[in-house]
């Protein structure tokens, strides 16, 4: 499939549409509709209820169906979709030759995942996928305090209470293929090792998560998650050989510890963090690569590794996800 040819220059408006009229979808309608040089065609979702909240908080147009979206002319969509739907929406787009942004995880299943890659590759359109933590500005601070340096280990906290919305994916699909992407991101390393434990305690699937990672080149990772804490804490430690490292994603405060003497004495700073939107910084990284034909943030094949990780930990567990354990019951007296 070649893909159609569409004048990206500064002076034409780029025509965006939003795949998925739920929360994130909601909030991707809203960051674009505020972007300059963009024209946001409007949001697709097939429920009624999702439209209507759509309009009424963007005021942009709706459509029932994907089909009706790309009638009214888009030169790019981004698929905030549930994420069976991912491959199917992305390849449709890619086939017209539109370039997409697709929502973490990539798709359901690496294999998907692939297709989308590869169709991407064929059709000669931009392909990203939405890992928005990269783009937190703690996570930039930390990502520039660590250049250069011999990375040891890095620990990573991501709970909070269980979210009312989720159905069909567990704490690791939802929550920790976000820092299975910082690690990779981080090290600049693939995961060769993974070490996974899981169980569930309230949920179907697992809601709580302890994964140990290791990679290529020797880093030591973990993962703490669960959808058990009744407040969300999010939390990055990384050690050097010459530095210690800490972030609240949430506060957006990242601490660096340096200088360590024999004594025990070291010197602490606080690092500067900037203020931008992860999501709009996110957006306006995959408009550019659109207008400049340049790589994506984000590449298709890294949001497909992060995946296969993330798979891996599941298949790989060492509890069945769905075992409780409890006390064995005290036997009578007598």
């Known amino acids: 499939m070649i893909s159609r040819e569409f004048d990206l220059g500064k002076e034409r408006a780029l025509r965006v549409g939003v795949v998925g009229a739920g929360v994130m979808g909601t909030n991707h309608g809203r960051v674009l509709a505020g972007l300059p040089g963009i024209v946001l065609v409007g949001i697709v979702d097939p429920l009624p209820d ?30 905030a979709a549930p994420t069976h739907l991912h491959h199917d929406v992305a390849i449709a787009c890619i086939n017209r030759g539109i370039h997409v942004l697709v929502e973490k995880p990539v798709a359901s299943t690496v294999q998907e995942g692939r297709e989308i890659v590869a169709a991407a590759k064929r059709a000669g359109v931009t392909l990203m996928v939405g890992h928005v933590e990269r783009f937190n500005p703690a996570v930039a601070a ?15 906290t991501r709970v909070g209470p269980f979210p ?8 690791v699909i939802d929550l920790a293929v976000h820092d299975i992407d910082l690690i990779r991101w981080f090290t ?14 309230i949920a179907e699937r697992e809601d709580i998560a302890l994964l140990q990672f290791r990679t290529a080149s020797g880093v030591l990772a973990h993962i703490n998650t669960n959808w058990l804490t009744p407040f969300k804490a999010r939390n990055v430690t990384i050690a050097t050989r010459g530095k210690y490292v800490q972030g609240d994603l949430l ?6 510890c340096f200088g360590f003497q024999p004594d025990g004495s070291y010197s602490m700073r606080h690092l500067p963090v900037g203020h931008d939107e992860p999501l709009r910084a996110e957006l306006i990284a995959f408009v550019e690569s659109v207008r400049t034909g340049g790589p994506a943030a984000v590449t298709g094949e890294e949001g497909v590794a992060s995946l296969e990780i993330a798979i891996k930990c599941l298949e790989s567990r060492a509890v069945p996800a769905a075992a409780t354990f409890r006390k064995a019951p005290r036997r009578a007296a007598g």
């Open 50 to 79: 999702h439209r209507d909240r759509a309009s009424q908080l963007i005021g942009c147009p709706t459509f029932a169906t994907l089909d009706e979206l790309c009638e009214a002319g888009v030169d790019a969509v981004t698929i």
């Open 142 to 156: 930390i990502k520039h305090a660590i250049e250069g340096e011999d990375i040891l280990s890095i620990g990573i």
């Open 164 to 171: 009312p919305r989720m159905s069909n994916v567990g704490v």
């Open 188 to 201: 600049e390393s693939e995961i060769i090792d993974v070490q996974p434990q899981l169980s569930s305690a």
């Open 251 to 256: 506060t957006r405060q990242v601490t660096e």
